[in-house]
């Protein structure tokens, strides 16, 4: 039990120093060397938990969900809005102030796609497509809850706005996430509003429809 306890350290550790250099490097400029000398361990007991890099760059990945997705964007959105609509805009809200910290790193999971991109459909690959599909899902969910038209397309959309805004921020606009917040409220508040257009249609077209079924059958009628 102890050695499979201090296993589980070392493994840490090793996600630990990868996820700070990644992060902050990219996975092509850092060195499995380099890990190994910022962990502290031996090449050997590198390898018994990481039998590649490859390996070790998809724990990175899932590390980075854990804690950028599931416990900042998801958790966070949720303590600072209480409605479905008012948590998607709170995305951008989040952002303007990750944005605006010293260590902005951007996003992983788009910096290792493009790392990654043109050498094949390999593992890592997959598992940034993958871990950005999981963004997407969260916020396609956030539309539905919020009754908006067409959750999936909005969805789609709306990542494009996130991910643009990251970019911009990253060659320098300091304003990416206000531009991207009014953008992202524009495409919101046009699809609540065809939702909201059709509801309040169907009453009066049900009462038309249903006016005009006597006479409909009146003019049928024949001798």
Not at 139 to 147: F, N
Not at 187 to 199: F, K, M, P
Request: with cysteine.
């Amino acid at each position: 039990m102890a050695t499979r306890r201090s296993s589980a350290v070392v493994r840490e550790k090793l996600v630990d120093a990868a996820y700070e250099l990644f992060s902050r490097q990219g996975i092509r400029a850092v060195g499995v060397d380099t890990i190994i000398a910022r962990a502290g361990v031996a090449k050997m007991t590198f390898y018994r938990h990481f039998p590649s890099k490859e390996d070790l760059v998809v724990a990175f990945l899932e590390r980075r969900e854990q804690l950028w997705t599931r416990e900042w964007l998801e958790q966070e959105i949720k303590r600072r809005a209480t409605t479905p609509r008012e948590q998607l805009l709170a995305i951008f809200e989040l952002f303007e102030e990750w944005f605006q910290r010293d260590d902005f790193e951007g996003c992983s999971f788009i910096g290792t796609m493009l790392e990654t991109s043109g050498n094949g459909e390999g593992r890592v690959l997959s598992a940034t497509r993958r871990h950005l599909a999981n963004v997407r899902l969260l916020v396609e969910r956030l539309a539905q809850e919020a009754g908006l038209r067409e959750p999936k397309e909005l969805a789609w959309n709306l990542q494009l706005i996130m991910a643009g805004s990251i970019v911009a921020a990253g060659y320098g606009d300091t304003l990416a996430a206000r531009r991207a917040r009014r953008s992202a409220e524009m495409l919101i508040d046009a699809a609540g509003t065809s939702v909201h257009r059709r509801r309040s249609i169907r009453p009066s077209a049900a009462v038309s429809s249903a006016r005009s079924r006597p006479a409909n059958r009146q003019a049928s009628s024949g001798p």
